[in-house]
């Protein structure tokens, strides 16, 4: 599998969880109705969620991670 599939797949893993729990919380929780519930859940995912990236580094594919709940950037081997 090429790295950058593999990159856009972590994402969707690492989004789609998130995504799920805060869109049942916002819609259980709060007040808000129709479109603002899934784009409130939308919003805090994107913040929440890990970013995956495939990199040329040193002549070779390599796939990072950046997450707001660890400091600096892992390489995900």
Known sequence: MNRKLKAILYNFLGFAP???????LV???TGLE???I???AF???TILAPKFQ???YHGEEK???KWIFIKG???IK
């Open 18 to 24: 998130f995504f799920l729990l805060t869109y049942f």
């Open 27 to 29: 819609m259980e929780f």
């Open 34 to 36: 129709g479109l603002f």
């Open 38 to 40: 899934p784009l409130t």
């Open 43 to 45: 919003v805090v995912s």
């Open 54 to 56: 495939a990199v040329k």
């Open 63 to 65: 796939i990072f991670m």
């Open 73 to 75: 950037i892992k390489e």
